[in-house]
């Protein structure tokens, strides 16, 4: 089993996953492993793609994140991420 990350910009003013609604949320592609995983999580918790604005056809990274094209950033860590965590609220 692999942990599941949920980052999102630390000005999105996201505190749970209820907060995800309305959000722009960039997740994994269709037919992954790591998709079927979030959209069980999405189901428990209502995020549909009518009322978040959900992405999947763009690679997930944290560039998005940092050039303010994404609030969430969804993925799996099977190995250290390419870009270090650090403050995504600023490029």
Same mark, same amino acid.
């Given at each position: 089993?692999? %942990?599941?990350?949920? !980052?999102?910009?630390?000005?999105?003013n996201i505190n749970s996953m209820?907060?995800? *609604?309305? *959000?722009?949320? @960039?997740? %994994?592609?269709?037919?992954?492993?790591?998709?079927?995983?979030?959209?069980?999580? !999405?189901?428990?918790?209502?995020?549909?793609?009518?009322?978040?604005?959900?992405?999947?056809?763009? *690679?997930?990274? !944290?560039?998005?994140?940092?050039?303010?094209? *994404?609030?969430?950033?969804? @993925?799996?860590? @099977?190995? %250290? %991420?390419?870009q270090s965590s650090h403050d995504? @609220?600023?490029?």
């Amino acid at each position: 089993m692999e %942990p599941l990350f949920i !980052f999102a910009r630390k000005d999105s003013n996201i505190n749970s996953m209820e907060d995800l *609604k309305g *959000k722009r949320l @960039s997740i %994994p592609p269709p037919n992954s492993g790591t998709r079927t995983v979030v959209d069980d999580l !999405f189901e428990i918790y209502g995020i549909t793609q009518n009322n978040a604005k959900v992405d999947s056809t763009t *690679k997930c990274n !944290f560039e998005q994140l940092g050039k303010e094209a *994404k609030d969430v950033l969804v @993925s799996k860590a @099977s190995r %250290p %991420p390419s870009q270090s965590s650090h403050d995504l @609220s600023t490029p």
